[in-house]
């Protein structure tokens, strides 16, 4: 599943720095010419695709990005330094428009693609130049021309990182909102979300994931029950699933371990790849039991399902242990996009074998 992200920035180049006004002054030498250096010009800014930042999540902090600006010039014909080039770095895919004009300024579709954005400004003369025979001793000089500024919008097409998945109330919308801004409905009846919502969740600077929350599955939705499970279409592009499991459903009848199972079943069902992608066990709803009782339960649930991947105890309404979550999704989806990586250089280099996956290519567990 596809959805837009988008954000607005302000970009200012480096002014050009001011022109020297200075005449020689040696011993022995009289009536020494001018010799004021020129300003040093303005820093450029330019957009540049990064690898490893899946979303423009960090231009919601930061809005105005400054290039330096030259340095005056001196005596002794010294220019003044420029001022360097600013690099701000986006998502490959990001789509570049001056909003002033509406001109889409480019589409930096490969890693390492750069756009000029703003041009710093020409550092001013310094009065050296304007030397001629009839204007022995110029006072003359150049104040540097002002750098550009513009104000742009980004956009990104995303695809959902991690995907969401449990039975109906297990928290799936209540931990897309704890950490994102996407604000689907919450509530205490099954089936409260209809359709899939995509949130952007920041896990520090320059580093984002997606997350895609989709309505609750129930045992037999391959044959149509509940929602059915058409839905799980939008996670195949994920490169992670959240299981997520309430730990102390209201119904006494409800058996956590059976019901993970069957979900797992249904994914089966679906698709073989969909089922064998990484998966981890999110036990949900933390907050309803005493600590330790909390604990006692999270570990009867993964004993009972023979599952030795990673797992968390969290509680979406809380937040308690989002942020741990949060920071191990991100980790994981940074190691598997350098390894997918290095398993390209691998096998563009002709000796090179390539190398295996990371263990967390095995899926952690079976629903069996
Ligand atoms: N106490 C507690 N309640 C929670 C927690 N997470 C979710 N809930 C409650 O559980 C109910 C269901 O939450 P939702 O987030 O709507 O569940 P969902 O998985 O999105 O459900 P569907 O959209 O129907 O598939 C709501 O009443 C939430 O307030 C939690 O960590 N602790
Ligand atoms: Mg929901």
Redesign the pocket.
Known sequence: MRFVDEARLTVQAGHGGRGSVSFRREKFVPFGGPDGGDGGHGGSVYLQAAAGINTLADFRVERTYKAASGQPGSGRDCTGAAGGDLFIPVPVGTVVRDIDTGEQLGDLTAVGAQLLVVRGGKGGWGNTRYKSSTNRAPRQFGRGLPGEKRHLELELKVIADVGLL?L???????LIRAVSAARPK???Y????LHPNLGVVAAGEHRSFVMA?I??LIEGAAEGAGLGIRFLRHLQRTRLLLH?VDIAPPDPEADPVRDARAIVAELKKFSADLAAKPRWLVL??R??LLPQDAERRAQQIVRSLRYRGPRFLI????GEGTPELVEAVMRFLEESAESSASKRRAVSSSRGRARRGGSYDAPPYSGE
Do not use: H, I, M, R
């Open positions: 449990g109906p109330n297990a928290g799936k919308s209540t919450v509530a205490d099954p089936f409260t979300t929350d309505p609750g997520l949900n709803k907050d309803l509680s979406a309404a809380t």
